[in-house]
């Protein structure tokens, strides 16, 4: 079937180009054809029409497009694109769609239908198709609310269902399965459509009249599968009628759910829809015309400009898809009312929420407008109309134009506030000036031109003469694009573009004679300059001879200069042509074959392989991007044909030479189970110039085909030849390319036991050291790792195969819990790639996650312990009595808890708190009787040993009078000591701080206002109010140490000597200890004799020591140093002394070498000089 422009008795159709129709003439007939039956075809020309016809009878309704194959003529081959439409008896287009979008297509009507095979690009090329029909049989009838389970079994299978409507209904659509590309429709028994979507358009459709509706579902992209939905059926009953300008409002009890309202419209009506409340934004509504379109569907908010463009009875739906609730509306009138307008003045409209405004004027023939925004706040849309009706409409208002109207009469220009929005605009409609007509100036190509359009769009013209055929750019050399357009017509005043001013590619021009060009304004905005040059390319330099496998320098040394090169190939030869120096998008390459049949071409980068279609002279082309200039490198590369199979030696190097898409072969005859690694060795780091893929002897995938990296272990246990393919990469440079296969060795699993430590040493890449345990279901276990790589893998595997948990070996592997019971294994191997150092030895620890036995301890003790695994609980009781307040005060742990937890249980199993490892202060306790601790280790804590103190939390309140001495004592860290007193206006009250090392003194007034602080020192202020003051002694640095802290003052008015107590002084001196190293659960004896060095006795009857084991030569007070405490009872008069003797068990996981330190009365029981 061919088109030829001929004269005569011949059809007239319209072919597409662009957004243009063009006719032509089709001198074939329409060619009738039969269903089912495969039509092969072809475009002589890109205009051309393919033009067939066929008959659908009953009950056929639908048909599927198969588009068997479009190859486009040599050098189109990558744009040919062709497009098919189906039209119905009545001429009517249903379909217009890619050759490749199949359906199937509903055939609402029957008779002889035509289906029409055009090329948008105007390419031309071959076509095979086949249009096949579809019977769906009779439909299957749904119940309402009733899930429907379908099947699409073939491709282009239509399901029909039918349901029966009474009322005006609203329809529910939820589909619960199916494919993403399923398609459905609603429609009458007559085939008018009422509604369709794809199967995830969840939500209604509405049938407004009594009958039988056919509902179908099909797959548009040919797949098949089951699928589901639910149809749910609403009678809406009789709708509300609406009233303009008065709110209606509803609710939702049940959904989904709809509502329906009736309202008498009048074509022409401007209605801003008024949302005036609403429960849920995914409520949604849609305006339906008398003729059944759809005015405006959205979701409910509010809406303007609505048009109604139809008069008669619209009908309104408010929906909800899921959730119930109320809403509340309004349709309003804001149809505008004609307002004049003046020609170059400013005119300001003010808009309230969803106006509109109309602006009229009187405009004669041949004037030349132009709409200017001058400012404006808020959205809008308009319409520029004429004496004969709609000139120009828009979402958005902007600055446009030029208009010529070349009707006399009156025009309005319409604004309308957008979704009910409100604000102002100002605005001016220009009479612009007309340009007179003044002949072009002639300009020489090569010849940069500048110039300046003075008026709003008016235009500049030159000529210029092409003697011979050449190719031109135009190229612009000052100015904007935006600013300007250019137009060029040529020697017969056809139109060769029109665009913006922009730089324009490399065109050919065949005709010779004179052109016209034309630079116009595009925009208001004048005077305003450009400049341009229309370039002629000096002659492309002679034709060089290149050759294979040779380095080719081509340097461009002019804007838009050609550089050609002739290659003698042979045909079959393997060719690969490769850049080297050069940006892909800076230049570009064409290849074509000795016939000049394009091979490739394109952005300057690698191309694949080809063969040489033909013996002879190839020609390349080289040129840069637009203006660029520069130097490329390039090469052709003969590819040799692949190298014949040779045998694959189990761990031997091997090294081929990797030319692109060149493939080595290699086989592998097993005879028996063997395991393999595949080593991409050191010497090809990374690289990604090969690719590898090992097949099976029933050709099934072993591995690959991937880029370059190791890949195994991999056990063959099918005997036969394994074949291992190494392919050189598409962009891989000329290298070797060194791997190895390894035979990897099977080790016999080694038994572990809980606390034991296993050191594995792996010899070769793919190696796998087992160890096995036996667990049971619910245990925990925890390995740690002692030394690893980040390049080996270490995992548990359950009796059944499954994976529990797994690791890098340099990391410890966190708690994994036992799923069942019986031998478990580790596992450990290399996992890494060819740039990972190989060192094989790893080693980790087993450990079992368990919780302590509780241990006793008691209100006021330092707790020294450790966990019993890593991950492990450790638990501990004490006694406490209903009322008490407590501080559990972290003393040492592992740097940053490392995930420490504690959790405290009350006499019942109640929880009275549970959180990270840290201080925790105020703990109410109401219940009297034994209460359970644990602490709990976190990721990486080990068995790392910790200590803390359960404080009493017991704040002091004392009555004092002036001059008072005062010596005491902080119970525990974060209390408050309160010392009440009276004092009247105007008195000097005085603090002298006597002692007070880490404490600070607050001064409170009778309104419970701060008057001054001190950290320590000496306080004093004068009375403002008569009442009762208070002395605040608190920590200066809460939280910094929680050991008690002594201190003493005296209270004056005015300044008052001190009388203090007379105070002693204890120091604890010859210390002995064993001179060992200390190891886990160690047990060692320390003697100390404590002196009291002052000439008073001791106040106090008694006191604590602390034994430290420090791994420094003094006691930081935290961190890294051990203590245990040991009571002192009785005093001690002036220069008495006692020594005392204690035997201190270590905790498990203590191991070192420590000093030991002893502090004499390390909680300052006893006031002493020296404080």
């Given at each position: 079937m061919t088109l030829n422009n001929v004269t005569g008795a011949a059809t007239t159709a319209f072919a597409l180009s662009g957004a243009n129709l063009e006719p032509v003439d089709i001198s074939d007939p329409v060619v009738p054809i039969d269903l089912d039956t495969l039509i092969e075809d072809s475009f002589v020309t890109g205009s051309e029409l393919l033009e067939y016809s066929f008959t659908v009878d009953p009950p056929a309704i639908g048909v599927l497009f198969e588009g068997f194959y479009a190859d486009g003529a040599f050098g189109e081959e990558s744009f040919f694109d062709p497009f098919y439409q189906i039209d119905d008896p009545g001429a009517t287009n249903l379909v217009d769609t890619s050759f490749w979008e199949s359906g199937p297509h509903i055939l609402p009507a029957t008779g002889t239908h035509q289906i029409t095979v055009y090329s948008p690009d105007q390419s031309t090329g071959a076509v095979g198709f086949v249009l096949r029909s579809y019977d769906p049989g009779p439909a299957v009838t749904l119940t309402s609310d009733v899930l429907t389970v379908g099947t699409i079994a073939v491709t282009g299978e239509i399901d029909r269902f039918s349901v029966t409507i009474t009322n005006l209904s609203a329809l529910a659509l939820s589909f619960s399965s199916g494919n993403g590309s399923l398609f459905w429709r609603l429609?009458?028994?007559?085939?008018?459509?009422?509604?369709?979507?794809?199967?995830?358009?969840?939500?209604?459709?509405?049938?407004?009249?009594?009958?039988?509706?056919?509902?179908?579902?099909?797959?548009?992209?040919?797949?098949?599968?089951?699928?589901?939905?639910?149809?749910?059926?609403?009678?809406?009953?009789?709708?509300?009628?609406?009233?303009?300008?008065?709110?209606?409002?509803?609710?939702?009890?049940?959904?989904?759910?709809?509502?329906?309202?009736?309202?008498?419209?009048?074509?022409?009506?401007?209605?801003?829809?008024?949302?005036?409340?609403?429960?849920?934004?995914?409520?949604?509504?849609?305006?339906?015309?008398?003729?059944?379109?759809?005015?405006?569907?959205?979701?409910?908010?509010?809406?303007?400009?609505?048009?109604?463009?139809?008069?008669?009875?619209?009908?309104?739906?408010?929906?909800?898809?899921?959730?119930?609730?109320?809403?509340?509306?309004?349709?309003?009138?804001?149809?505008?009312?004609?307002?004049?307008?003046?020609?170059?003045?400013?005119?300001?409209?003010?808009?309230?929420?969803?106006?509109?405004?109309?602006?009229?004027?009187?405009?004669?023939?041949?004037?030349?407008?132009?709409?200017?925004?001058?400012?404006?706040?808020?959205?809008?849309?308009?319409?520029?109309?004429?004496?004969?009706?709609?000139?120009?409409?828009?979402?958005?208002?902007?600055?446009?134009?030029?208009?010529?109207?070349?009707?006399?009469?009156?025009?309005?220009?319409?604004?309308?506030?957008?979704?009910?929005?409100?604000?102002?605009?100002?605005?001016?409609?220009?009479?612009?000036?007309?340009?007179?007509?003044?002949?072009?100036?002639?300009?020489?190509?090569?010849?940069?031109?500048?110039?300046?359009?003075?008026?709003?769009?008016?235009?500049?013209?030159?000529?210029?003469?092409?003697?011979?055929?050449?190719?031109?750019?135009?190229?612009?050399?000052?100015?904007?694009?935006?600013?300007?357009?250019?137009?060029?017509?040529?020697?017969?005043?056809?139109?060769?573009?029109?665009?913006?001013?922009?730089?324009?590619s490399p065109e050919f021009f065949a005709a010779t004679g004179t052109y016209e060009l034309a630079v116009y304004s595009r925009n208001a905005s004048v005077p305003a300059s450009y400049g341009f040059e229309i370039i002629a390319p000096s002659p492309p330099p002679p034709v060089e001879t290149i050759f294979l496998d040779t380095t080719v320098t081509s340097t461009i040394a002019e804007p838009f200069q050609f550089r050609r090169y002739d290659i003698d190939l042979t045909e079959g030869q393997r060719v690969k042509a490769r850049t080297i120096v050069g940006l892909r998008l800076d230049y570009t390459w064409t290849f074509y074959d000795p016939a000049t049949n394009f091979l490739f071409g394109g952005s300057f980068e690698d191309e694949s392989l080809f063969l040489a279609p033909t013996s002879g002279i190839y020609r390349l082309e080289v040129s840069g991007v637009g203006s660029e200039t520069g130097m490329v490198e390039f090469i052709f590369l003969e590819v040799p044909p692949d190298p014949a199979p040779e045998p694959l030696l189990l761990d031997q190097v091997y090294s081929p030479m990797m030319y692109p898409e060149l493939t080595y072969t290699y086989t592998l005859d097993v005879t028996q189970p063997v395991t393999i690694f595949f080593d991409e060795l050191e010497g090809s780091n990374g690289t990604v110039y090969a690719s590898h893929h090992l097949t099976d002897p029933a050709s099934n995938s072993v591995f690959g085909p991937v880029s370059s990296n190791d890949r195994g272990p991999y056990t063959l246990t099918t005997s036969g030849a394994y074949t291992l393919r190494i392919t050189g990469s598409d962009s891989g440079e000329l290298t070797n390319y060194f791997f190895k296969v390894w035979n990897v060795p099977v080790n016999e699993p080694s038994p572990l036991a809980f606390?034991?430590?296993?050191?594995?040493?792996?010899?070769?890449?793919?190696?796998?050291?087992?160890?096995?345990?036996?667990?049971?279901?619910?245990?925990?276990?925890?390995?740690?790792?002692?030394?690893?790589?980040?390049?080996?893998?270490?995992?548990?595997?359950?009796?059944?195969?499954?994976?529990?948990?797994?690791?890098?070996?340099?990391?410890?592997?966190?708690?994994?819990?036992?799923?069942?019971?019986?031998?478990?294994?580790?596992?450990?191997?290399?996992?890494?790639?060819?740039?990972?150092?190989?060192?094989?030895?790893?080693?980790?620890?087993?450990?079992?996650?368990?919780?302590?036995?509780?241990?006793?301890?008691?209100?006021?003790?330092?707790?020294?312990?450790?966990?019993?695994?890593?991950?492990?609980?450790?638990?501990?009781?004490?006694?406490?009595?209903?009322?008490?307040?407590?501080?559990?005060?972290?003393?040492?742990?592992?740097?940053?808890?490392?995930?420490?937890?504690?959790?405290?249980?009350?006499?019942?199993?109640?929880?009275?708190?549970?959180?990270?490892?840290?201080?925790?202060?105020?703990?109410?306790?109401?219940?009297?009787?034994?209460?359970?601790?644990?602490?709990?280790?976190?990721?990486?804590?080990?068995?790392?040993?910790?200590?803390?103190?359960?404080?009493?939390?017991?704040?002091?309140?004392?009555?004092?009078?002036?001059?008072?001495?005062?010596?005491?004592?902080?119970?525990?860290?974060?209390?408050?000591?309160?010392?009440?007193?009276?004092?009247?206006?105007?008195?000097?009250?005085?603090?002298?701080?006597?002692?007070?090392?880490?404490?600070?003194?607050?001064?409170?007034?009778?309104?419970?206002?701060?008057?001054?602080?001190?950290?320590?020192?000496?306080?004093?202020?004068?009375?403002?109010?008569?009442?009762?003051?208070?002395?605040?002694?608190?920590?200066?640095?809460?939280?910094?140490?929680?050991?008690?802290?002594?201190?003493?003052?005296?209270?004056?008015?005015?300044?008052?000597?001190?009388?203090?107590?007379?105070?002693?002084?204890?120091?604890?001196?010859?210390?002995?200890?064993?001179?060992?190293?200390?190891?886990?659960?160690?047990?060692?004896?320390?003697?100390?004799?404590?002196?009291?060095?002052?000439?008073?006795?001791?106040?106090a009857s008694g006191w604590t020591d602390r034994i430290y084991l420090s791994c420094g030569e003094t006691v930081f007070g935290r961190g890294d140093e051990w203590y245990i405490d040991v009571p002192h009872a009785g005093g001690l008069a002036a220069n008495a002394a006692y020594t005392a003797t204690q035997a201190v068990a270590l905790p498990p996981g203590f191991e070192g070498e420590f000093r030991v330190h002893v502090v004499a009365d390390f909680a300052n029981a006893e006031f002493e000089s020296d404080e």
């Open positions: 429609a009458t028994s007559n085939e008018n459509e009422a509604g369709q979507g794809f199967w995830y358009d969840d939500g209604f459709v509405y049938a407004n009249q009594p009958g039988t509706y056919w509902f179908d579902v099909w797959d548009y992209s040919e797949n098949t599968g089951d699928y589901s939905f639910t149809l749910s059926v609403t009678d809406l009953g009789a709708p509300s009628n609406l009233v303009l300008g008065v709110a209606a409002s509803n609710s939702f009890s049940t959904v989904p759910g709809a509502h329906a309202y009736v309202a008498a419209l009048t074509n022409g009506t401007v209605l801003y829809a008024n949302l005036l409340s609403n429960d849920d934004f995914s409520y949604y509504w849609r305006l339906v015309s008398p003729s059944g379109s759809n005015v405006f569907e959205d979701f409910i908010w509010d809406l303007s400009p609505v048009f109604i463009r139809e008069t008669g009875m619209h009908t309104l739906y408010v929906e909800s898809q899921s959730e119930p609730g109320g809403y509340s509306f309004a349709l309003e009138d804001v149809t505008p009312v004609p307002e004049p307008l003046t020609l170059g003045t400013a005119t300001t409209g003010t808009f309230t929420a969803g106006q509109a405004r109309l602006y009229e004027w009187t405009a004669t023939t041949n004037q030349f407008l132009y709409i200017n925004r001058i400012s404006m706040s808020g959205s809008y849309a308009w319409e520029l109309r004429s004496p004969t009706g709609l000139v120009f409409s828009e979402t958005f208002f902007y600055a446009n134009g030029p208009y010529a109207f070349e009707t006399t009469g009156t025009y309005s220009l319409a604004l309308y506030a957008r979704d009910g929005g409100s604000g102002s605009v100002t605005f001016s409609i220009d009479e612009l000036l007309v340009q007179p007509e003044t002949p072009p100036v002639a300009i020489e190509l090569n010849t940069n031109i500048t110039a300046t359009v003075t008026n709003a769009f008016w235009s500049n013209r030159y000529t210029f003469v092409l003697s011979t055929p050449n190719t031109l750019i135009f190229d612009r050399t000052s100015g904007s694009s935006s600013q300007f357009g250019w137009r060029l017509l040529d020697p017969s005043s056809n139109e060769v573009f029109d665009s913006s001013m922009f730089d324009r606390g034991d430590t296993a050191r594995a040493v792996l010899a070769i890449p793919g190696e796998v050291s087992v160890y096995t345990f036996e667990g049971e279901a619910g245990e925990a276990i925890y390995l740690e790792s002692l030394f690893g790589w980040d390049h080996f893998t270490i995992r548990v595997v359950d009796p059944s195969g499954s994976v529990l948990g797994s690791v890098a070996a340099n990391a410890d592997l966190d708690a994994v819990t036992l799923v069942t019971g019986g031998v478990h294994r580790i596992e450990l191997f290399y996992d890494g790639f060819a740039s990972d150092p190989f060192d094989g030895t790893n080693s980790f620890r087993l450990w079992q996650v368990v919780e302590s036995e509780p241990r006793t301890i008691a209100v006021g003790d330092v707790v020294n312990a450790s966990l019993p695994s890593p991950r492990g609980t450790a638990v501990f009781t004490f006694d406490a009595t209903a009322g008490m307040e407590l501080f559990f005060d972290r003393q040492t742990a592992p740097s940053s808890n490392n995930g420490f937890t504690w959790e405290l249980s009350s006499p019942a199993s109640a929880t009275v708190f549970s959180g990270d490892y840290t201080d925790t202060a105020g703990v109410a306790i109401v219940e009297t009787g034994a209460y359970t601790l644990k602490v709990t280790g976190g990721f990486h804590a080990n068995t790392r040993f910790f200590q803390f103190k359960i404080w009493p939390w017991q704040p002091l309140t004392r009555t004092i009078t002036y001059g008072d001495a005062v010596s005491d004592y902080l119970s525990a860290p974060g209390l408050t000591n309160r010392y009440l007193f009276d004092a009247s206006a105007g008195d000097s009250i005085v603090l002298d701080a006597v002692a007070g090392s880490g404490v600070q003194w607050r001064l409170i007034d009778p309104v419970a206002t701060q008057l001054i602080s001190s950290s320590g020192g000496n306080l004093s202020a004068t009375g403002t109010l008569t009442g009762t003051y208070e002395i605040h002694v608190v920590q200066s640095f809460p939280g910094a140490n929680h050991e008690q802290y002594r201190y003493a003052f005296q209270l004056d008015n005015g300044t008052l000597p001190l009388a203090l107590p007379p105070v002693a002084d204890l120091a604890a001196t010859g210390v002995i200890a064993p001179p060992v190293v200390i190891s886990t659960a160690a047990l060692i004896e320390v003697t100390w004799t404590v002196t009291n060095t002052a000439t008073n006795a001791t106040a």
